[in-house]
């Protein structure tokens, strides 16, 4: 096909088709492009006469792709994104003025730790700018971002879709947080004996401090896991349970005074924390202003810097 054979396409076909393929779902895909399930029925059938092929078929609830559906996916995708990151350059980008609205992937610890005041700061720089926050980890944010439920993640995250970009920001320390009324440090048999709070968002009351312990031939006792951050200090307070948390989460439960961080008696890897996006956004104006912003305000150097100003202000 040359380029004077692009006018045969309707290149909003293509979007349809992309948004099928992540979605396998003609309602979904309707939902996700804001068209009724007949237009997205019209669309297919125009893009199967196209290409002469079946592209999806259906199987119970689902759309399956043909083998030529994945065919088009891995040249039709690199090519989307370049069309638009050339579109996104022609747009300009004034946080004072501009009124985007951005859709944001948080884990729990960063919405709790750092949400409050990075939006304090969001707020000052883009007075008119909108964000919608949804919840992320590990095993949603790769979805999220191909579906364009999200156009930023940050969480610690293990993979991501082909297309995606990452930036690392800080390291996440692990650190154990416990009620004020403990003499003296905690040590490896205190750290076993007491209850335990694990905060899971999948539910998983076991985790990598559990594989950790097992390999020194130890264990804790869970009695309680909970999804979020929001009542932990409530829980800890006035009791003898521990819960290991991201060193940042600490810093922002003991500044509220009744409890203590202490290390973790034992060696535990540090995990990275990131943030995430689409390639099809990575020359977007607003978006390239909002992952800065993110970088700038949660890398660790940026954190120490404001705690060191933040305490010289108390002073």
């Not at 692009?6 to 895909?29: G, P, Q």
């Not at 939902?31 to 199967?48: D, G, P, T, V």
């Not at 689409?278 to 020359?283: G, K, M, P, V, Y």
Request: charged share 25%.
């Amino acid at each position: 096909m040359n380029r004077n054979d692009l006018r045969k396409i309707d290149f909003s076909l293509l979007i349809v088709f992309e948004t099928l393929m992540h979605e396998r779902n003609l309602t979904r895909a309707g939902e996700k492009l804001f068209l009724c399930q007949s237009a997205i029925s019209a669309s297919l059938n125009r893009l199967r006469q196209f290409f002469d092929d079946p592209l999806f078929i259906r199987m119970g609830r689902s759309m399956e792709p043909t083998s030529r559906a994945f065919e088009i996916q891995l040249t039709l995708t690199p090519a989307l994104d370049t069309m638009a990151a050339a579109l996104s350059n022609m747009n300009e980008f004034d946080p004072l003025t501009n009124s985007n609205v951005f859709r944001i992937g948080l884990s729990d610890d960063i919405e709790y730790s750092f949400l409050p005041g990075l939006l304090r700061q969001l707020r000052m720089e883009a007075p008119q700018v909108s964000f919608v926050v949804r919840r992320t980890d590990h095993s949603l944010l790769a979805n999220q971002l191909a579906t364009g439920e999200v156009s930023l993640g940050v969480c610690h995250c293990r993979e991501l879709p082909a297309n995606a970009k990452r930036k690392f920001l800080r390291s996440i320390r692990p650190t154990v947080l416990s009620a004020n009324n403990m003499a003296g440090t905690l040590d490896l048999n205190e750290y076993c004996n007491r209850p335990h709070v694990s905060v899971s968002v999948n539910g998983e009351a076991s985790d990598y401090i559990d594989r950790a312990l097992g390999s020194l031939g130890r264990q804790r006792q869970i009695v309680l896991a909970v999804p979020q951050y929001s009542a932990l200090k409530s829980l800890l307070e006035d009791t003898q349970m521990l819960a290991v948390v991201p060193d940042y989460v600490a810093k922002a439960m003991t500044r509220q005074g009744g409890l203590r961080a202490d290390p973790v008696p034992m060696t535990l890897p540090d995990l990275d924390l990131s943030m995430s996006w689409s390639a099809t956004l990575d020359n977007d104006p607003g978006e390239r202003w909002l992952r800065s912003r993110f970088s700038h305000y949660l890398s660790e150097k940026s954190a120490t810097l404001l705690e060191i100003s933040t305490k010289k202000e108390a002073a």
